[in-house]
């Protein structure tokens, strides 16, 4: 007998809109420049979440994809590093247990946007 049934077993898919700050050389400024990026991202995530259905407890293992839509296209590091407040945020609002190397498994994309129309999708799946 055939198994049609998904073996997803949660799904949570949401876009925040502006763009998450790129480091450049290693520099975002101050301290406080670099809490004050880190902090908006997260409440924005946690913004977001609050719309949206959770896991009944956060998951231990997690495919995560995070698109960047934006005019200009970073090179891969910076993208990367970009969503870090971002995953952090998943943390935080408990959609993960942890954002360790073995908990998820992170595909950083990149799509070309319209300037002055910037935004980021997240894409979580367990």
């Not at 420049?33 to 293992?61: D, F, I, R, T």
Request: proline share 5%.
């Amino acid at each position: 007998m055939l198994n049609l049934m998904s073996t997803k077993k949660y799904h949570l898919e949401f876009v925040i809109e502006g763009l998450p700050k790129i480091t450049s050389n290693g520099s975002q400024g101050s301290w406080r420049a670099k809490y004050g990026n880190s902090k908006k991202w997260k409440q924005a995530v946690l913004h977001a979440l609050a719309s949206k259905k959770l896991p009944s407890e956060p998951l231990k293992k997690a495919k995560i994809t995070l698109t960047r839509i934006s005019s200009t296209q970073p090179d891969f590091d910076n993208l990367a590093i970009s969503f870090k407040p971002v995953i952090d945020g998943l943390v935080e609002g408990n959609i993960l247990v942890d954002d360790k190397v073995n908990n998820v498994n992170v595909t950083y994309r990149w799509k070309k946007g319209s300037p002055g129309d910037g935004s980021i999708k997240v894409e979580v799946c367990a």
